[in-house]
């Protein structure tokens, strides 16, 4: 639900925990301008004024192996609408040694912008859990240790994962293979 803008421009919308909409499209009457950098993904000009227009954004994320989760939700995009940020938080993992507890969730940015080469999209983000190390079998969790699965960029020279993609407004996203994900975007009439 729409709420207003802030002083600087943003549109601050009713969250659920962890959805919000952020930079107002339209903010000093330049749109949604930036600039690429390395995991900038190209998209049509059609795709970008798709986007614009608002509408429903659908995220699903789930990893498995040794840990394993699955998070997703459908996203109200207010129109004119620059980037979008969503999160959803899992049951912390607690172990002798962290009484505090280990994150397990998964996130992702969504920012569309254009510039003098052309039209943009920027998604980031991950999905994380918690492998419970138990020594003795039924005992208590010894340490969690993290699984973190990135979307949003190719691996590095350095990177011993695989990739695969999810075709996103025209664009090839990319994400680590131990994981899945998957967009829809419906835009508003």
């Not at 995009?77 to 998964?106: H, I, N």
């Amino acid at each position: 639900m729409t709420l207003g803008r802030t002083s600087t421009g943003a549109i601050k919308i009713k969250t659920d925990g962890g959805l919000r909409a952020v930079e107002c499209g339209c903010c000093g009457g330049g749109g949604c301008i930036g600039v690429e950098g390395q995991h900038s993904i190209a998209i049509s000009e059609s795709n970008f004024n798709l986007w614009l227009k608002g509408g429903q954004l659908f995220v699903a994320a789930s990893i498995s192996g040794q840990c394993s989760g699955s998070y997703s939700e459908m996203i109200a995009v207010p129109p004119k609408t620059c980037v979008v940020q969503w999160t959803q938080a899992g049951a912390l993992c607690f172990s002798e040694f962290d009484p505090e507890g280990q994150y397990q969730g998964a996130d992702c940015n969504f920012s569309f912008f254009k510039s003098n080469s052309g039209f943009f999209a920027n998604i980031s983000g991950g999905i994380a859990c918690q492998f419970e190390y138990r020594p003795i079998e039924n005992g208590p969790v010894f340490s969690c240790a993290p699984i973190y699965s990135q979307v949003g960029r190719e691996p590095s020279e350095f990177d011993s994962w695989s990739v695969n993609y999810v075709n996103f407004l025209g664009a090839q996203i990319p994400f680590q293979s131990d994981a899945s994900w998957s967009f829809n975007f419906t835009p508003n009439p």
